[in-house]
């Protein structure tokens, strides 16, 4: 079965600097892995997905994240961070479902 | 409307009232479900439907009763709920489940539940 884990559970982060947050899976086979975010009282909207192709993804509001099969990751980045990305964020891998890891909340300090 | 959406926002409710929770997608999708949300755990997939038939039920308990009348709208009846069910109620849409292929969800804002 699939899972997901994401190492940091709480980031803080100055605007204005830049932004990583780690996601790790494990799936046996090519994974389609999603990053969501869920800003305070919303549901989860989709920042960007891979299923397969390039492995540098863009998504929406900045964001990119690349696949790397070797290391079984897919890392969320944005260069330079705004105070309305703070908000919490989750990775999840698609076999016939979804699997959420636990989320990484950041904190955007001005 | 667009999107999925999702009915109440807020709901508090004694352990012994009964409520019922909805969900309507308005992108033509075929499958629905349901998920709960607990502070600091993973989402938990509770019930999955995919054209109408309940496809998945995650070991959920009795006092959780789904309904998906239409591929357009779903239900989620409670009733003796206790405390520690006390959560976030998102509700998401997809074209269809399928068993291995990519399956992008659409989610709605989510009902915050509270059991007194």
């Known amino acids: 079965a699939q899972s997901v884990t994401q190492p940091d559970i709480h980031i803080t982060v100055s605007e204005g600097a830049s932004l990583e947050l780690r996601c790790n899976y494990s799936?046996?086979?090519?994974?389609?892995l999603f990053w969501y975010v869920q800003s305070p009282g919303q549901g989860l909207q989709l920042l960007l997905k891979?299923?397969?192709?390039?492995?540098l993804v863009q998504g929406i509001k900045g964001f990119e994240a690349e696949f790397k099969r070797s290391q079984s990751s897919f890392n969320l980045r944005k260069p330079s961070v705004h105070w309305s990305d703070a908000a919490e964020y989750f990775c999840?891998?698609?076999?016939?479902?979804?699997?959420f890891g636990a989320g990484t909340t950041v904190t955007v300090r001005a | 409307e667009t999107g999925v959406t999702q009915t109440p926002r807020h709901l508090v409710m004694g352990m012994t009232n009964k409520k019922s929770l909805k969900c309507e997608q308005h992108l033509g999708h075929n499958a629905m479900y349901w998920y709960k949300q607990s502070a600091k755990k993973p989402l938990e997939l509770m019930f999955v439907y995919n054209f109408k038939e309940q496809t998945e039920n995650n070991s959920v308990p009795s006092r959780f009763s789904p309904e998906c009348p239409n591929s357009s709208h779903l239900f989620l009846h409670l009733h003796t709920l206790q405390p520690e069910d006390s959560a976030l109620y998102l509700c998401?849409?997809?074209?269809?489940?399928?068993?291995?292929?990519?399956?992008?969800?659409?989610f709605g804002p989510g009902t915050r539940l509270t059991v007194l």
């Open positions: 799936y046996g086979a090519t994974p389609y």
């Open positions: 891979y299923f397969s192709g390039d492995t």
């Open positions: 998401a849409s997809s074209q269809e489940t399928s068993g291995s292929s990519y399956n992008e969800q659409f």
């Open positions: 999840a891998v698609n076999d016939y479902k979804l699997s």
